[in-house]
């Protein structure tokens, strides 16, 4: 299975509301990273958040990690209809060579 | 500073035919990683390389599959005797070191499989 799940698969919301995306994972992780995916287009790198942080901001982009919960939330605040897009986490194992392991990420719809 | 380039882009092959994706990475960027994407799904990684040196292939299929990154010149996937199942987008990405670094990501090739 997954090693990150993104909860919920699907998210459709207005223009000028926040969008919120979780992210499950199953090991240790040495951090965990967001990524946006413009339909058929590649990935964009977002955040990346290290396993001894709590909490990042970047612009209108806000991420949490809990550890002890193996989550993430990514926030994205008075989201724009640009902001349409599929999110995916991805971690890096703890011991691992630095292969990122994806979600299937949670499919974002913000109407204008 | 150019981001990852991929080429091509789009890649159609009948069955039984080669592919070769070829992908290079951001300037300064030694570490190379392939991932490829089903319809509808996350990227499931592949393989992981620096300059000449194959650091990780857990991800590779056992066979048909391979990959290199020479001293001089970009990484290349190599598909050989290409079958509908391979129909995918292959994605590269690249990053300064191993392991807690940012991957930058390429727009990806489109294989289509006929």
């Known amino acids: 299975s997954q090693q990150g799940e993104e909860d919920p698969q699907a998210l459709s919301i207005q223009e000028g509301e926040n969008a919120t995306m979780n992210c499950s994972y199953k090991?240790?992780?040495?951090?965990l990273q967001w990524y946006r995916q413009n339909s058929g287009r590649g990935l964009v790198h977002l955040i990346l958040?290290?396993?001894?942080?709590r909490e990042k901001h970047s612009g209108r982009l806000r991420v949490t990690l809990d550890t002890s919960k193996k989550s993430s939330s990514l926030l994205i605040t008075a989201s724009r209809a640009a902001d349409t897009a599929s999110y995916f986490c991805?971690?890096?194992?703890?011991?691992?060579?630095?292969?990122?392991?994806f979600g299937k990420g949670t499919k974002l719809s913000v109407k204008p | 500073n150019a981001g990852v380039m991929q080429n091509p882009r789009h890649l159609v092959r009948r069955r039984g035919q080669e592919a070769r994706l070829r992908c290079s990475p951001m300037?300064?960027?030694?570490?190379v990683y392939w991932y490829r994407q089903l319809p509808e799904e996350g990227l499931k990684f592949m393989v992981y390389?620096?300059?000449?040196?194959?650091?990780?292939e857990s991800g590779m299929p056992k066979e048909r599959f391979s990959a290199e990154f020479p001293k001089e010149g970009p990484s290349i996937l190599r598909i050989q005797q290409v079958v509908r199942g391979d129909s995918a987008a292959y994605f590269c990405?690249?990053?300064?070191?191993?392991?807690?670094?940012?991957?930058?990501f390429g727009p990806g090739t489109r294989l289509t499989v006929t």
């Open positions: 990405a690249s990053s300064t070191g191993q392991g807690i670094y940012e991957q930058y």
């Open positions: 090991t240790s992780i040495n951090n």
């Open positions: 958040i290290r396993s001894n942080e």
């Open positions: 991805a971690t890096i194992r703890g011991g691992s060579q630095g292969n990122l392991i």
């Open positions: 300037k300064g960027h030694s570490h």
């Open positions: 390389l620096q300059k000449e040196n194959i650091i990780d």
